[in-house]
Structure formats: C-alpha cells, structure tokens
T-cell receptor, first 114, second 111 residues
Framework: GAVVSQHPSWVICKSGTSVKIECRSL??????MFWYRQFPKQSLMLMATSNEGSKATYEQGVEKDKFLINHASLTLSTLTVTSAHPEDSSFYIC??????????FGQGTRLTVV | AQSVSQHNHHVILSEAASLELGCNYS??????LFWYVQYPGQHLQLLLK??????LVKGIKGFEAEFIKSKFSFNLRKPSVQWSDTAEYFC?????????FGAGTILRVKS
C-alpha cells in the first residue's frame, strides 16, 4: 500500500516554543491530508482537513492560530503547534488520501511539552 | 454531529474463538465505512472498506464486515482469531470528505 511518513516520531519541547510536524506521502500525490489528535485511550479526533494550495478547514473547537497547517504541495503537509503548552501534549497523526480512495496514515508524532 | 460508536473498549479472547466487534454510526445519509487496525507500535492499516454494492465485505487476514443500513451498523467479524490479531481496531465512517473514528476496541488474544 501507499506510504505516509510523519516526522518526527516524537518530540519534547519547552513550554512557549513552537513545534513543526511534517507529513509526507512518499509514493503518491495526496489531494487531501488530514490531521488528527489522539488522547490516551480515546479515539482519533479530527483537527483539520487540508487540500493542496488552499487554506485548511478546521474542526469546531480547534484553534487555527495555534495549530497552523500548511499544505504546500501534493506530497507534503505540515502542522505547527505554536506557543505550545503542556495541555498540547498528545499524539498527532496525519493521513493522506487520493479522492474517493482509502486514507493512509502516518506513524504519528508523540509531542510532550514540558 | 455525526458520531461513531464502538461497543466494547476491551475484548479478550482465546485463540480460535470467534470475534464480532460492533460499530454503529449516527448519520442517515450516504456514508462510506471502514475498519482500521493498529498493531502495537505500527501505523493504522486498512482492514476493509464499504462504499457500495454487496453489504458483506471481505478484508485482509480473514476479516469481514456486514453493513446493515437499517441498523446503521457495520460490525466486524472473524470466525477464528489468532494470537497475531492482538491489536486495536477502529471503525471509521466517512461523511462528505471527513473520516470520523470510533473510540477503538483493544483486542487481546490469549494463546
């Protein structure tokens, strides 16, 4: 199947700093990329949907100024957590898909803010 | 808002036992349905999907699922589980362009 690579796998940062997470589709061009957040023992919560070259669509309750999403090409989307705080510590997962096909998932990024 | 419910958070089975994991969703319109599996330390992987046609769909590794529109359900089944099926299973429903996940079911198969 298609491969989606997410980097880094884990990151620890100080409170108040920003962290960038990259999501790349390695062997296909993704028309849409999705960013999810997963809390312990809970489901994946959709944060935002991004289409290449356009602004991301954020889900209700997700702060667009805090979670900056850029989808500059058909193979790369980035999520930047700005001014991170301990409550932003979580597992972030991206997925990518071509229209009307299955979504392929990255391995996730464990963010810890200290 | 659209939602996806998975009935059990933890299931423990012995090898060769039959498996059925429940999934119900709340939306009455046209949906696409998926089951994903996450083995320990690995990505989410697609087990099977339903877009249209035969409501009984077969996936990888002997899994199947049945879409029952009248019950808004898409239950996952396997006649005989193996120790290697130990993983977390997620039901997901696509509404428009969004994929909404259930809370997941952790399956542990005892050898």
């Amino acid at each position: 199947g298609a491969v989606v690579s997410q980097h880094p796998s884990w990151v620890i940062c100080k409170s108040g700093t920003s962290v960038k997470i990259e999501c790349r589709s390695l062997d296909f061009q993704a028309t849409t990329m999705f960013w999810y957040r997963q809390f312990p023992k809970q489901s994946l919560m959709l944060m935002a949907t991004s289409n290449e070259g356009s602004k991301a669509t954020y889900e209700q309750g997700v702060e667009k100024d805090k979670f900056l999403i850029n989808h500059a090409s058909l193979t790369l989307s980035t999520l930047t957590v700005t001014s991170a705080h301990p409550e932003d510590s979580s597992f972030y997962i991206c997925s990518a898909r071509v229209a009307r096909s299955e979504a392929f998932f990255g391995q996730g990024t464990r963010l810890t803010v200290v | 808002a659209q939602s996806v419910s998975q009935h059990n958070h933890h299931v423990i089975l012995s090898e060769a036992a039959s498996l059925e994991l429940g999934c119900n969703y709340s939306y009455g319109g046209t949906v696409n349905l998926f089951w994903y599996v996450q083995y320990p330390g690995q990505h989410l992987q697609l087990l099977l999907k339903y877009f249209s046609g035969d409501p009984l769909v077969k996936g990888i590794k002997g899994f199947e699922a049945e879409f029952i529109k009248s019950k808004f359900s898409f239950n996952l089944r396997k006649p005989s589980v193996q120790w290697s099926d130990t993983a977390e299973y997620f039901c997901a429903v696509e509404y428009g362009n969004k994929l909404v996940f259930g809370a997941g079911t952790i399956l542990r198969v005892k050898s």
